[in-house]
């Protein structure tokens, strides 16, 4: 796949963190590149940098050497304002924890992203609807997550990530923690949405219940793909 086809493109990825006196190299010249409406999967054992490639395809950090592209922009250069822009804009998220407000509803939720987004009212309305609608939610619109099962809260953790049609979605163990009836749910849902809306899917897992239906499955090793 050539760097233009891409929803996202990465190019000799290094990234090295400081463990007390010593550096950790998390990733090692990793290039990876994902098409609209591919789901790709990362495996490896924990420390193998899953989480760190998640971070740099979301934009929630940067290299300290390569290159990345995200729907065409080259990415290096830009400042941290531009960089948060681009990542409220184009990139959903969903974590492992759901990462979930707790003192807000399933709606408000979902909400959130069109909020940071200045999206307005009726429009929000409209989008929230139908994304609640689509996960099969929208009896539980009011419920505060607390009051949700791990499967609901993870089906509105979705319908946050989508709410923004992201071009591209980064998802940390979705079906972790889950059972089999409500992982294969979260699954189908997912991949799903992906093809309805042409989103490139990036997703770290150890679950083979994900990671077998996906597209292609990577293996990253003492951070590098194998």
């Given at each position: 796949m050539s760097m233009a086809q891409a929803t996202v493109s990465l190019g000799g990825l290094r990234k090295s963190y400081r463990v007390g006196e010593s550096s950790v190299e998390a990733l090692k010249g990793v290039s990876l590149a994902v098409a609209a409406g591919e789901m790709v999967a990362l495996t490896g054992p924990s420390g193998s940098g899953k989480s760190t490639l998640l971070n740099l395809c979301g934009l929630i950090d940067t290299p300290d050497a390569g290159s990345r592209e995200l729907c065409g922009k080259v990415l290096d250069g830009l400042d941290e304002i531009r960089l948060t822009q681009l990542r409220r804009e184009k990139v959903g998220f969903i974590f492992q924890g759901f990462n979930l407000v707790p003192v807000m509803t399933a709606y408000d939720n979902v909400e959130y992203p069109l909020l940071l987004l200045g999206v307005a009212l009726e429009e929000r309305r409209r989008r929230v609807a139908e994304a609640l609608h689509r996960v099969g939610l929208d009896a539980l619109a009011r419920r505060l997550p607390d009051a949700l099962s791990g499967g609901?809260?993870?089906?509105?953790?979705?319908?946050?990530?989508?709410?923004?049609?992201?071009?591209?979605?980064?998802?940390?163990?979705?079906?972790?923690?889950l059972d089999s009836a409500t992982a294969r749910q979260i699954v189908d849902l997912l991949h799903e949405l992906a093809r309805e809306r042409s989103a490139s899917v990036v997703v770290a897992t150890h679950d083979e219940r994900m990671s077998s239906h996906c597209d292609r499955v990577l293996h990253l090793i003492d951070g590098e793909l194998q």
């Open positions: 609901q809260r993870q089906r509105v953790a979705i319908a946050r990530a989508l709410i923004k049609a992201p071009a591209l979605v980064i998802a940390d163990e979705p079906t972790a923690n």
